[in-house]
């Protein structure tokens, strides 16, 4: 029996996968708990046209991140923090003190989970971020420590 799977069910496929499940499996389990619909012409029609949504969505979700990228790569973020005598920072510098700085500075809105600062902030300097803001786009930003 050909089904189209409407959840992800395991060891089976992902949602929108048409798959081969015996009869048994097909009528008895996936039907009734409306997993899968019966693979027919009408619904065939219904999961292409889904799919071709879904694969439209991620390019242009992806086209959204290069331009969102492109801009990023231009700006550096000033971020004004609190040093001892000796030079060594009060607190830390993360990915969520950036983030608010894009947002006040620059009216970017950016998560922070997103946002990854290479080596250790350990005083006032130019130090390097790398934001991830699609599975296959990445960008890095300069990010500029100063006493304040």
């Known amino acids: 029996m050909k089904v189209i799977l409407q959840e992800d069910v395991k060891k089976v496929g992902a949602k929108g996968d048409v798959v081969e499940v015996s009869d048994g499996y ?3 389990y996936l039907l009734p708990r409306k997993l899968a619909v019966e693979a027919n012409a009408a619904n065939l029609n219904t999961a292409k046209v889904k799919a071709e949504n879904k ?5 242009q979700e992806a086209d959204e991140a290069k331009l969102l990228g492109a ?9 004004p923090v609190r040093i001892g005598k000796d030079g060594k920072l009060f607190g830390s510098v993360g990915g969520g003190d950036v983030a608010k700085a894009l947002r006040e500075n ?7 989970r997103k946002i990854s600062i290479q080596g250790d902030v350990t005083g006032a300097g ?3 971020a790398v934001i991830k803001l699609h599975p296959t786009v990445a960008t890095k930003i300069k990010i500029e420590v100063v006493e304040g």
């Open 26 to 28: 097909g009528r008895n």
């Open 126 to 128: 130019i130090y390097d």
């Open 106 to 112: 620059h009216a970017l809105n950016v998560d922070k």
């Open 71 to 79: 801009q990023l790569e231009k700006i550096s973020v000033k971020i």
């Open 55 to 59: 694969a439209r969505r991620a390019q």
